[in-house]
């Protein structure tokens, strides 16, 4: 990519082509990998060091890449500039740091079922931010009726064991926990949008670094310096700072900016079924009975939702 397609767009949010909607698919590959990542992490590091590490080195290689191709970092020398570095560190909070932090230290505590119903909340929590902050996506009711669809369908694919009591003394934190991970997502994602006109590059990178001078300080002050992890912690720790953090960080960017936060947040739909393939294909588990009901929900959803902006989005392109 180059030119124009790196920069923030001025105008309103448009109708998705098939470059951002491929996008939004290879988003709901990735993230629907974290799960396993963050299990394979977890099994060496702390929740505080697990957000801290994977943040830290999507920032590194991200601003490796983004200094290579010529993508600097914002200036700060003007009234803009550093409304750019307002947003970059609301971005740095809302969609890194707490979501992070909340997550890994829920999933220790809850059902990755009930994380998973979480995350399918967020496009409910984004529909009434957008229709209010963000020109041009506002809340019509094909939309609505869409989301609620692709939510039933997570619903039947996780099933009412997600909202079983495990018996954890911190359970219900742990659920406040997720659930304010979800608060944060759709509040980052809203942060993001207003954002002005800037490097899609810089912008993503200028996050990661903020967020990892929030972490780091705070993983070592709580749980310490981790030991020297086996294989399976550092390659999940790997995978997590690499792709749902460092590559995602500019697909999300690129996707909102072009199709809007309310585009976006159709990934959420997405993230449970691909971590039932991937667990099937690499964790030997069974294929739920209800898989083939809950995926025509969610793609059902999905058509409800984004019909006519994918047949306007076609013809553009």
């Known amino acids: 990519m180059a030119g124009n397609n790196w920069i923030f767009p001025m105008t309103n949010p448009t109708s998705p082509g098939l470059k951002i909607w491929l996008m939004l698919l290879f988003l709901g ?5 974290s799960f396993m990542g963050s299990k394979m992490a977890l099994t060496g590091f702390g929740p505080l060091t697990v957000a801290a590490g994977r943040i830290s080195i999507g920032a590194l290689l991200l601003t490796s890449i983004a200094y290579a191709m010529g993508r600097k970092l914002p200036g700060f020398s003007t009234g803009t500039e550093r409304r750019i570095w307002l947003h970059c560190l609301g971005m740095a909070i809302a969609s890194n740091a707490l979501p992070f932090t909340l997550l890994s230290w829920g999933q220790l ?3 990755s079922g009930f994380a998973g119903i979480t995350m399918a909340v967020v496009p409910l929590l984004v529909l009434p931010l957008a229709h209010f902050l963000i020109p041009g996506d ?13 939510f039933s369908g997570v619903m039947v694919l996780i ?3 997600a909202f079983g009591n495990s018996g954890a003394e911190l359970e219900n934190l742990a659920r406040l926990a997720c659930i304010a991970a979800a608060c944060c997502y759709a509040t980052g994602s809203i942060i993001t949008r207003l954002c002005p006109p800037t490097s899609v590059m810089g912008f993503s990178s ?11 300080p705070l993983a070592l002050y709580v749980e310490g310096t981790p030991a020297l992890p086996d294989a399976t912690a550092l390659s999940g720790i790997l995978y997590l ?3 749902p953090t460092a590559v995602a960080t500019v697909l999300l960017v690129q996707v909102i900016n072009s199709a809007g936060p ?7 739909y997405q993230v449970p079924i691909w971590a039932v393939i991937f667990g099937v294909l690499l964790l030997d588990e ?6 083939i009901g809950a995926l025509s929900l969610i793609l059902l959803g999905l058509a409800v939702s984004q019909a006519r902006s994918f047949v306007r989005g076609r013809r553009k392109a």
């Open 109 to 111: 505590h809850v059902s």
């Open 29 to 33: 590959v990735i993230w629907g990998a």
């Open 138 to 150: 506002a809340m019509s009711r094909r939309k609505f009726i869409g989301f609620l669809i692709g």
């Open 159 to 161: 099933g009412p064991a």
């Open 206 to 216: 200028a996050a990661l670094l903020l967020a990892s001078l929030i972490m780091i």
């Open 262 to 268: 309310t585009f976006l947040v159709l990934v959420n």
């Open 286 to 291: 069974a294929l739920p009975s209800q898989f």
């Open 241 to 243: 700072g690499i792709m």
